[in-house]
């Protein structure tokens, strides 16, 4: 009880009539030592605990009137926190505080307002009074809070202006809705304060108060109000920089450049004049680095605004042409530093300065956001005078625009590829070493952006100047990126391209293995690499004078300083050994794996590159022995595991806070920010561990029930990763390896390598996986990984589907109208894109793009709910009524070919695995399907004729009346002058199977002399190889009961039947399963023991030559 009334009578103390002791417990707050502050921060929550009120007084008491400066600001952070919720954590006192408190606080936070001097301690009052706000403004109270800010706008004070407007500026993103009623009044005062007559620091804040306000407006029309504003708006920039004041125009730039990624279109009607302003501060030398930047910003963000204003800036060709210049100048700040010379890595950039790194990275930004189109020409026009030019600078600069234009233009470039082609190979030859390095780069770079074109046209030319680039000893740097091109031009190239220079470039490479410096050989480790993965078997020839350098570099490249050469010889080792196979590398592959398990046992640095190769490496021989790597799946498991349960290394910031996360130690920290908090997270951590769960997705996949025994360690790691939203790579792999561990898991079980369990093992691991991916897609924001995802659960659902019970089958279909309702939303959006003003050719094509992966989202539901309805035939139909109002839509002809293939597809699905329970369907469907027959799209041609072949098999009475009219639509299909084209010849062959089954299942309702025939005269069909054993094996048994109407009057089609069974039998196995054949021939060797001789002579002449040889052979085997 003593410590009690001890601490009561601290609390008395520190909250009693002197302030001085409640000041003394702030400043320990502040104290540098840990104990202290620790104390103190006991003291003041136990204040917070015990008398609220007094505790809320003191703060603002000690706000309103200590002479400190340094403690009314610690003041000020303190009692933002106890008073606002959006923190979100417990210190939350505003509820708990009484009306009257509550009341004083009020007022006397805006006497402060009005009072305090100090800039830093303004701005904290301004965030704490717009925060309190916002809790409060909605439910009607303080009501004076927005007179006494249009007071204090009106007043005569510039601080008090400043201050108003900095609340303003809060308010607007806070609680904007409380402000819409005011707008005329906001109007008028912002034209008021951005004024030239206002003082700076006014304008500034009107500034961002303005550009919040605008952005916080739902309505287009009310934005529209603050329209005229932009002129004066622009001015405060303008002229802060005509004063010098460059920190201020810095800060005013950087509103300008949020404003036009939020709201571009605001700025539409004054277009020509921003832009035109910002072109003259990024193009005016006098201004510092940071300025020009920013209004470069500015101009590219404008241009990647494509969602909210597509095709504005295609409409300014000028400026366009006038950036790209600036961009390109900005190239030639770049010196000739002998660093460059001497690096020990690929990486060192000495000589390139800010300007170089921003030019070169807003390059490719204008690019990919303009397209070839825009920046084609503009490049065209400068290109040639920067080659021309006598500055090496100049030549360097044209090779790295190429390579940066490159993604962003890449359909226009291809049309001129002779021209970019031959600008690239001319620099081979420049005098300076630093073109040549960069001409390299660029041919690596298109070798990317423009592949396979670029190869299929232009190896002739480029692989011998890569070759004679690697001679060049003289620099290294220049040996080193020859064979990292090397690398670019062959990941998209096939082996009959690369295999003719293989003896050259294997022989290169091998020369700079041997003497080169160590980022030579590492170039050429990758080089080899890849050229082995690109011409697989032809590298056999190679691989016994290879194999040797690159066991010994394995074996002798211990250093610390050579960790990154060894990492690379065991990723050229791992990919050789898959491209010669398992016969060729087995004995090296011993070798190289006790290498790889003394290394895995060894003590690596955190940093070593080695790990993350290593972890590769291993899946690759696995790939490549298969079941023989069994063995050493002890020694891979556990390092492979710890890097796929790898934490990231996160720190996280608010997002407005001002100290940035600290990224000067390491450029590998990447920031992302998710609601008001900014994240910065470690992407070599990342790195490792996307690796790492690819590899295990691999193990699974190639060991199949060998994997079993890891199950229960990969299944807890990996699932959690599906909603892992730092890094797509790990949720990527993780979704794939879910089908994997299923796989894995029934083989086991069904093969008896399952220790013991049996299905109901299946059953949990299902259970554990279906419902972790349903709610991952549920929360995926990215539509390929969605696709992804829907494809995942398909697999999973094709290995443990009968085991899933009614409520998951209940969950997986509300997520496929989930689906599909998102799905149309974003197209929905899409489309309303295509009404801005601006919307052009280009914007159209970058939307049938985005379209697609949305097809491919469609795609993934279409054979998900096929595997359900194969799954769970009958029993699935009330589900599907649940779906019908979603996939019903999909039939219209306003939907695109692959939604109405895919709705097709699904009533063909339902039709043929539910048979008399889905005829209750074909009433609404039949009139649908009929009428596909007949689409312009021949994939859904396909679909419906193999859905009317389905009714008629399964239809009975339901199909019968229909039988005129179906005829009639296969009909089309069958005698299209194109039928058999590539693209048509599988819709073809489904019609001539729908015409045979209607044969079969309806003659009585048909012309059967007369269509039978028609029937016959079609085949046999050759496209659809499934499709063809059916329809090949019916007229099998149509012959083996001598049907009388496919025979004909005096047996007349018999040398048609004999020519087709020949023509079957001489295409091997493709057209007909074996034991058709072994029937046709069977009924070949009837016919020639029972048809009288001059019959049979006159079936044989109607044979061609080879077919008479073929079935002479086939007959007497």
Known sequence: MADNAQVQAQLSAILGPD?????????????????????????????????????????????????????????????????????????????????????????QLLVCVQREDAKTIIKKLCDTV???????????????????????????????????????????????????????????????????????????????????????????????????????????????????????????????????????RFLRRQLPDVVGSMLQIAEADRLEEGTRHLAIEFVITLAEARERAPGMMRKLPQFVGRLFAVLMRMLLDIEDDPAWYTADSEDEDAGESSNYSVGQECLDRLAISLGGNTIVPVASELLPAYLAAPEWQKHHAAQITLAQIAEGCSKVMLKNLEQVVTMVLNSFQDPHPRVRWAAINAIGQLSTDLGPDLQVRYHQRVLPALASAMDDFQNPRVQAHAASAVLNFSENCTPDILTPYLDGIVSKLLVLLQNGKQMVQEGALTALASVADSSQEHFQKYYDAVMPYLKAILVNATDKSNRMLRAKSMECISLVGMAVGKEKFRDDAKQVMEVLMTLQGSQMEADDPTISYMLQAWARLCKCLGQDFLPYMNVVMPPLLQSAQLKPDVTITSADSDDDIDESDDESIETITLGDKKIGIKTSVLEEKATAC?????????????????????????????????????????????????????????????????????????????????????????????????????????????????????????????VITASSTRKKERAERTKAEDFDAEEGELLIEENEQEEEVFDQVGDLLGTLIKTFKASFLPFFDELSSYITPMWGKDKTAEERRIAICIFDDVAEQCRESALK???????????????????????????????????????????????????????????????????????????????????????????????????????????????????????????????????????????????????????????????????????????????LASTWSSLQPQQQLALQSILSS
Request: net charge negative; with cysteine.
């Open 130 to 264: 717009a925060e309190l706000a916002a809790g409060v403004l909605a439910e009607g109270q303080w009501p004076e809070l927005l007179p006494f800010m249009f007071q204090c706008v009106s007043s005569d004070s510039p601080r008090l202006r400043e201050t108003a407007l900095l609340m303003l500026a809060q308010l607007a993103q806070l609680v904007a809705d409380a402000l819409v009623p005011h707008l005329d009044t906001l109007h008028s005062v912002f034209l008021r304060c951005l004024s030239p007559s206002s003082p700076t620091d006014v304008r500034v804040a009107a500034l961002a108060a303005t550009i919040n306000f605008v952005q916080a407006l739902d309505s287009a029309p009310d934005r529209e109000r603050f329209q005229d504003l932009l002129p004066l708006m622009m001015q405060t920039l303008t002229e802060a920089l005509n004063r010098g004041e460059e920190a201020t125009a810095q800060e005013a730039l950087e509103m300008l450049v949020e404003l036009a990624g939020t709201e571009p």
């Open 694 to 818: 690819n590899m295990l997705c691999c193990y699974a996949d190639e060991l199949k029930e060998g994997f079993y025994p890891w199950i229960d360690q990969v299944a807890p790691t990996l699932v959690p990763l599906l909603k892992f939203y730092f890094h797509e790579e790990v949720r990527k792999a993780a979704v794939s390896a879910m089908p994997e561990l299923l796989r894995s898991a029934k083989l086991a079980v069904e093969k008896g390598q399952s220790q013991g369990r049996d299905e109901s093992y299946v059953k949990q691991l299902s259970d554990y996986i279906i419902p972790a991916l349903i709610e991952a897609l549920h929360k995926e924001p990215e539509t390929e990984i969605c696709a992804s995802m829907l494809d995942a659960l398909n697999q999973c659902l094709q290995v443990s589907g009968p085991l899933l019970d009614q409520g998951q089958v209940k969950c997986i279909v509300d997520e496929i109208k989930q």
């Open 921 to 1095: 369907y074909y009433d609404t469907f039949l009139p649908f399907l009929l009428d596909a027959c007949n689409d312009v799209n021949p994939d859904v041609r396909q679909a419906a004729v193999y859905g009317i072949g389905v009714c008629a098999e399964f239809g009975g009475s339901k199909f019968k009346p229909l039988v005129g009219e179906a005829l009639s639509r296969l009909n089309v299909v069958i005698r299209h002058p194109n039928a058999l084209d590539l693209d048509s010849v599988m819709a073809s062959d489904n019609a001539v199977s729908a015409l045979g089954k209607i044969c079969q299942f309806h003659r009585d309702s048909i012309d059967a002399a007369q269509v039978i025939p028609a029937w016959l005269s079609c085949l046999p069909i050759k496209g659809d190889l499934i499709e063809a054993k059916i329809v090949h094996d019916q007229l099998c048994s149509m012959v083996e009961r001598s049907d009388m109407e496919l025979l004909g009057p005096n047996n007349q089609f018999l040398p048609k039947i004999v020519s087709v069974f020949a023509e079957v039998l001489c295409a091997g196995k493709d057209l007909a399963t074996e034991q058709t054949a072994s029937r046709m021939i069977n009924l070949l060797r009837q016919l020639q023991q029972t048809l009288p001789p001059s019959a």
């Open 19 to 107: 302030p001085s002791a409640f000041e003394a417990l702030i400043s320990q707050l502040m104290a540098t030592g840990n104990e202290q502050r620790a104390q103190a921060e006991t003291l003041f929550n136990l204040c917070k605990q015990h008398d609220p009120d007094s505790l809320a007084l003191r703060l603002t008491h000690l706000l309103h009137s200590c002479p400190q400066s340094e403690l009314r600001a610690m003041a000020a952070i303190l009692l933002r926190k106890q008073i606002t919720s959006r923190t979100g954590d417990d210190s939350y006192l505003w509820p708990r505080l009484s009306p009257q408190t509550q009341a004083t606080l009020k007022a």
